[in-house]
């Protein structure tokens, strides 16, 4: 089967709706480790035609900025958001959940935008959740808040991420990045806000529990 005919049919058939570890007021179509798509090589998912499924999975920086926005509802509550790299779209829901007026979800993967309308509507905020397939780094979302989380995996990719979010910090705009320290994560222009201990599978992070934390650019 060559999952492009059906995107819709392909996630209902290779995940399953659960609720999120540390933000279990969420569900999300998933893999497992009980689905195939957890299973596929690389190889066998280009192959089919399907890039990396980053959607598929709730990733630990995700897990602590939803945590976070939806603790802290102040923060988006009436608000445009900007989703950036949404993903399987967990903050846009957080985000819609606490209040958003709306959300813009963006992700350059086929997949992820009917993953995001399918978790969206599992949610009940569908109508509050608009996912867009686009490279948004280098626009500028007005005043809406801008969320990121589990961007900042790859050096040029991280790079081209930071000088825009700063940018827009300069500009003015509330920037909030959820992240488990990975390699690139600019630390030096960013303020702590709270950190997490988010369950996430071995296979992922290579750990059962992943100290994540919530960040805000300040510089």
Same mark, same amino acid.
């Given at each position: 089967m060559i999952p492009s005919s059906d995107p819709l049919?392909?996630? *209902?058939a290779n995940t399953r709706l659960r609720p999120v570890p540390h933000a279990p007021e969420i569900v999300l179509h998933?893999?497992?480790e009980a689905t195939a798509l957890w299973q596929k090589? @690389? @190889? @066998?998912?280009e192959a089919i035609g399907l890039p990396p499924p980053f959607w598929a999975f709730?990733?630990?920086g995700g897990q602590a900025l939803? *945590?976070?926005v939806l603790d802290h509802p102040e923060i988006v509550a009436g608000r445009a958001v900007l989703d950036f790299a949404s993903g399987s779209g967990l903050v846009a829901i957080a985000a819609a959940l606490a209040g958003a007026s709306g959300v813009t979800a963006s992700d350059l993967d086929a997949f992820a935008?009917?993953?995001i309308g399918l978790n969206a509507a599992a949610n009940g905020v569908a109508d509050r959740i608009v996912p867009v397939q686009a490279d948004l780094?280098?626009?500028d979302p007005g005043s809406a808040i801008v969320l990121a989380a589990d961007i900042f995996y790859e050096r040029d990719l991280a790079a081209r991420v930071t000088a825009w979010l700063a940018g827009l910090h300069a500009r003015g705009a509330t920037v909030l990045v959820g992240d488990p320290g990975r390699s690139y994560l600019p630390r030096d222009r960013l303020a702590i806000l709270a950190t997490y201990d988010v369950p996430v599978s *071995?296979?992922? @992070?290579?750990a059962e529990i992943k100290r994540s934390s919530v960040w805000r650019f300040v510089g």
């Open positions: 049919a392909f996630i *209902r998933v893999a497992d090589t @690389e @190889e @066998e998912l709730a990733w630990a939803a *945590r976070y935008l009917p993953a780094i280098g626009s *071995r296979a992922l @992070e290579d």
